[in-house]
């Protein structure tokens, strides 16, 4: 079945950039996106990008498709105190069902 | 304000202590669902409705049950709560239009534990 894998956690200072990636395995999908969870809240849609883009920038955030590799990943730049969160992709193929990656921890340190 | 709610944001059981844990939204959405929360497992999904009276099963609906009635309201019933359901669960719903599911908007949570 579907799979959509992440590293568990990331930490980076405050002001650098931060990446977090995901594979996914089903190449049907045709949307991908980031959701954020902050520490006791539900997830917030971040960003989303079509499987026929390559990339997509909204302000600090800049999306990055590789559809032949199947990866997908999140840059933030300027990272801030605020960004510490859980970070999830998923994807939505042919079905109506998101599948989700198990989160990325993003930990910014001062 | 749009928005959608679950009740209770935090339970505490007995197994086999019947329970339901209830799911509103205000925005009109056509599709609604249940997630549970684990670590290390991600988000994985329960039950699906693709509108009122339609309900289909995701990748976990062992010892759940759904319904919907109403266009607005999902709740999640556990006829028969075991440990292994403790867990965070997520309600969440979605515009549905035309062969295309929008965004997904998320509850709060709650947070069950099953003694």
């Known amino acids: 079945g579907e799979d959509v894998e992440q590293s568990l956690f990331l930490s980076v200072r405050e002001g650098d950039s931060s990446v977090i990636n995901c594979t996914y395995t089903d190449s049907s999908s045709t949307y991908l996106y980031w959701y954020k969870q902050e520490p006791g809240a539900g997830l917030q849609l971040l960003t989303y990008i079509f499987s026929n883009m390559d990339m997509k920038q909204d302000q600090r955030l800049t999306v990055l498709l590789n559809k032949k590799d199947k990866h997908l990943s999140l840059r933030i730049a300027d990272t801030q105190t605020g960004d510490s969160a859980i970070y999830f992709c998923a994807e939505r193929g042919n079905t109506d069902k998101l599948i989700f990656g198990t989160g990325t921890r993003l930990q910014v340190f001062p | 304000e749009a928005q959608v709610t679950q009740n209770p944001r935090y339970l505490i059981t007995v197994t086999g202590k019947k329970l339901t844990v209830t799911c509103s939204q205000n925005?009109?959405?056509?599709?609604m669902s249940w997630y549970r929360q684990d670590p290390g497992l991600g988000l994985r999904q329960i039950y699906y409705?693709?509108?009122?009276?339609?309900?289909d099963k995701g990748d976990v609906p062992e010892g759940y049950k759904v319904s919907r009635k109403e266009k607005r309201n999902f709740p999640l019933i556990l006829e028969s709560p075991s440990p292994n359901q403790t867990s965070l669960y997520f309600c969440a719903s979605s515009l549905y239009s035309s062969g295309t599911l929008y965004e997904q908007y998320f509850g709060p949570g709650t947070r069950l534990t099953v003694t």
């Open positions: 409705s693709m509108n009122v009276e339609v309900t």
């Open positions: 925005m009109n959405h056509e599709y």
